[in-house]
């Protein structure tokens, strides 16, 4: 009859290989293993802690861009300002030359007009005294009466509108 308290030399054996195997991992498997999960884990806190300084340098060069994109809008909008101050002054002062010249055309134009009306009526005078004369000389040749004096007058006035 078996005892109940046996023995099983299969138990000792697994017993003893069981322990051979712990003491066997953790010399050899477990020191490695734990070595390389804190490289892991340092190289995932490296990795976190560069993706923040990255994520605050974007924010800074964000943040910079920003202020440069205030600063040339203010900027253009400053040159538009006084291109559009130049602008005016400019056509002010294209305005009053304009004006100026217009004046300077038009003083002397009634300049030449004026010269051109004397020259015109000396004309007239020089003709009249001519004609005058004319009449005169013709009114002495013939000695006319006063009928003969109307016709030589019509004649006269005809001859004035032929001329001109």
């Known amino acids: 009859m078996e005892s109940p308290i046996s023995f099983d030399l299969t138990l000792i054996a697994q017993i003893i290989s069981f322990l051979l195997l712990v003491w066997l ?6 020191g490695p293993l734990m070595k390389m999960m804190e490289e892991r884990r340092v190289n995932i806190e490296t990795t976190l802690k560069n993706a923040k300084e990255e994520r605050q340098q974007a924010e800074q060069i964000k943040h910079e861009y920003q202020e440069e994109m205030r600063k040339a809008r203010q900027e253009a909008q400053e040159v538009i300002a006084k291109a559009t101050k130049v ?21 002397a134009a009634l300049v030449e ?10 004309e007239v005078r020089a003709q009249v005294a001519d004609l005058s004369v004319l009449v005169a000389e013709k009114i002495i040749r ?5 009928k003969g004096q109307g016709e030589l ?4 006035i ?4 032929e001329m001109q």
């Not at 602008?87 to 003083?107: G, M, Y």
Request: glycine share 2%.
């Open 25 to 30: 991992l953790s010399a050899k498997a477990w």
């Open 87 to 107: 602008s005016e002054v400019r056509a002010s002062e294209i305005l009053a030359a304009s004006h100026e010249e217009s004046e300077k055309i038009k003083k």
């Open 113 to 122: 007009i004026e010269r051109e009306r004397d020259k015109a009526v000396a």
């Open 142 to 146: 013939q000695k006319l009466d006063m």
């Open 153 to 156: 007058i019509e004649q006269f």
């Open 158 to 161: 005809q001859e004035v509108g």
